[in-house]
T-cell receptor, first 115, second 114 residues
Framework: NAGVTQTPKFQVLKTGQSMTLQCAQDMNHNSMYWYRQDPGMGLRLIYYSASEGTTDKGEVPNGYNVSRLNKREFSLRLESAAPSQTSVYFC??????????????FGSGTRLTVV | AQSVTQLGSHVSVSEGALVLLRCNYSSSVPPYLFWYVQYPNQGLQLLLKYTTGATLVKGINGFEAEFKKSETSFHLTKPSAHMSDAAEYFCAVSSNNAGNMLTFGGGTRLMVKP
C-alpha cells in the first residue's frame, strides 16, 4: 500500500543513548516533515525537507538532527536522548507543488520513551 | 505568521447528537484549511480540506466544515455522532506565504457517550 512508513513503532531509550527514526514514502513526494506530538500541544514541527538535498529547522529542532537520504527517505536522529524527548513522533510527506491543496500524508508514528 | 486555535480540548456528546468542533485561525493571506482525525495509536488522516471555491466542504464519514472568512473560522460539524467518531481531531492552516507548510491546532478529543 502506498504511503509513509515509519520504523520503529515503539522504542525505549536510556538518557544519553542515541537512535535514528526512519521514515520512507513511496508517493514520489518532494517534501517531508518530522513532527512531535505531546498531550495538549498538538503537533510541533521539528525539521522539514522541502526537496531532496535540503533540510530546515522547524519550531522545536534542539536535540535533533535530520538526513534527507534520497527522495524517499528522511531520518531523524537523537544524538543524546533526554526525558524531555519522550513523545510520539510523526513523519509526513507532501507534494510541494500545490502542497497546500493536498495537505500531508502521515506515517503511523513512533512512540519513544526516554528513561 | 499563521496560527490555529481549537476551542475545547475535550468535547463530549451523546450518540446521535450534533458534533461541533471549533477552529479559529489567523493568517495574513488567504488560507488553506484542513481537518485531520487521529484514532487511538494511529497517524493522522485527512477528513476534509478547504482551498478555494465553495466555502462549505464535505469530508469523509459525514463530516463537513464551513470556511467563514469574516469570523476566521473553520468549524467542523456532523449532524449525528456515532460511537466510531470518538477520536482526536486537529485543525490545521497552510498558505502560500508559509511554503504550504501546515500549522496545527492543539487538538480536540471527541468522546461519544452511548
Amino acid at each position: 500500500n502506498a504511503g509513509v512508513t515509519q520504523t520503529p513503532k515503539f522504542q525505549v531509550l536510556k538518557t544519553g543513548q542515541s537512535m535514528t527514526l526512519q521514515c520512507a514514502q513511496d508517493m514520489n513526494h518532494n517534501s517531508m516533515y518530522w513532527y512531535r506530538q505531546d498531550p495538549g500541544m498538538g503537533l510541533r514541527l521539528i525539521y522539514y525537507s522541502a526537496s531532496e538535498g535540503t533540510t530546515d529547522k522547524g519550531e522545536v529542532p534542539n536535540g535533533y538532527n535530520v538526513s534527507r537520504l534520497n527522495k524517499r527517505e528522511f531520518s531523524l536522529r537523537l544524538e543524546s536522548a533526554a526525558p524531555s524527548q519522550t513523545s510520539v513522533y510523526f513523519c509526513a510527506s507532501s507534494e510541494s507543488r500545490g502542497t497546500g491543496y493536498y495537505g500531508y500524508t502521515f506515517g503511523s508514528g513512533t512512540r519513544l520513551t526516554v528513561v | 505568521a499563521q496560527s490555529v486555535t481549537q476551542l475545547g480540548s475535550h468535547v463530549s456528546v451523546s450518540e446521535g447528537a450534533l458534533v461541533l468542533l471549533r477552529c479559529n485561525y489567523s493568517s495574513s493571506v488567504p488560507p488553506y484549511l484542513f481537518w485531520y482525525v487521529q484514532y487511538p495509536n494511529q497517524g493522522l488522516q485527512l477528513l476534509l480540506k478547504y482551498t478555494t471555491g465553495a466555502t462549505l466542504v464535505k469530508g469523509i464519514n459525514g463530516f463537513e466544515a464551513e470556511f467563514k472568512k469574516s469570523e476566521t473560522s473553520f468549524h467542523l460539524t456532523k449532524p449525528s455522532a456515532h460511537m466510531s467518531d470518538a477520536a482526536e481531531y486537529f485543525c490545521a492552516v497552510s498558505s502560500n506565504n508559509a511554503g504550504n507548510m501546515l500549522t496545527f491546532g492543539g487538538g480536540t478529543r471527541l468522546m461519544v457517550k452511548p
